[in-house]
């Protein structure tokens, strides 16, 4: 079992690695929805896309839940639920990537879903490059 601090440092390391790739990403939609709304129709058209990105956010995904499954102490609970949604979202694809084509075809079907998520992004990244770099 780790020690508090090594604990607090995992939390440090994935915030410092998770939020700035999620504050660029929401970044980039909301100054290039367009680009991000084609670039979603032609990945949920490819099954190789589909199929890839579950692989990739498998194996994301359990490396994170693998070095911080944990469900207490604040901030740092947002990394473990994000590595389990990684998980589940990466076996969904693997599995039953029908379903992602549909489900995501449906949401991302208005010009709205683009923006929510793109603030969700910078919201989510931002709060956690914060807890990493400036804590």
Request: with cysteine; proline share 4%; hydrophobic share 55%.
């Amino acid at each position: 079992m780790p020690a508090k601090g090594q604990d607090m440092a995992t939390s440090t390391y994935l915030a410092k690695l998770i939020g700035p790739i999620f504050l660029a990403i929401g970044i980039g939609m909301l100054v290039n929805g367009p680009f991000y709304r084609d670039l979603i129709t032609e990945a949920l058209a490819s099954h190789v896309l589909i199929y890839l990105s579950g692989v990739l956010s498998l194996l994301a995904g359990l490396a994170v839940v693998m070095a911080h499954n944990r469900w207490s102490g604040g901030w740092p609970v947002i990394i473990t639920v994000l590595g389990w949604l990684m998980v589940i979202g990466g076996v969904i694809r693997i599995v039953v990537p029908q379903l992602v084509q549909t489900v995501a075809g449906t949401i991302y079907a208005g010009r709205v879903a683009i923006t929510g998520v793109a603030i969700l992004c910078v919201a989510l990244g931002g709060f956690l490059s914060l807890k990493g770099y400036f804590q």
